[in-house]
């Protein structure tokens, strides 16, 4: 039974991804609680770096619209001790939409389930490759937190 859950939640990471890749942002919220958190630390001023919540995150789904093309896919699934919890490892291959650069990153995902839903997801990637895609000659700087 145990096994049969965790199956189901990674699944639903692969599908969560899979309509992150078609800008489905309904489609990919119906995977998750009402009250999710979403935290991409380290990310450019003007992306949205949390969210709480579908409202919050349907607000920051525009980010996406600066990608002309924009796909992610999962390229491993860790199980946690916590049989809620999965370390999720992401490739991303966009493109600028504004200086039509390439931006492709790997990113390092945490995802927590409640009631077999996502309430929780945590992205890291590699912001230098981001401030190149974007064509930043010199490190912006943060905002305050």
């Not at 996406?64 to 699934?77: F, G, L, S």
């Not at 490892?89 to 493109?95: A, F």
Request: charged share 25%.
């Amino acid at each position: 039974m145990a096994h049969d859950d965790r199956a189901q939640k990674m699944a639903t990471i692969e599908k969560f991804y899979q309509l992150t890749s078609v800008k489905d942002f309904e489609g990919f919220l119906a995977l998750c609680t009402d009250d999710v958190h979403m935290s991409i630390p380290y990310q450019l001023p003007g992306f949205p770096n949390s969210a709480d919540g579908k409202d919050q995150i349907r607000q920051t789904s525009s980010a996406v619209d600066r990608y002309e093309r924009y796909a992610m896919w999962v390229t491993k699934i860790e199980p946690l001790l916590d049989s809620d919890s999965f370390l999720v490892e992401t490739k991303g291959d966009m493109v600028v939409e504004s200086t039509g650069r390439p931006y492709r990153n790997d990113y390092l995902n945490i995802f927590r389930f409640r009631d077999g839903k996502i309430c929780e997801w945590v992205s890291y990637h590699d912001p230098v490759k981001q401030l190149v895609a974007f064509g930043y000659t010199e490190v912006p700087v943060p905002a305050e937190s």
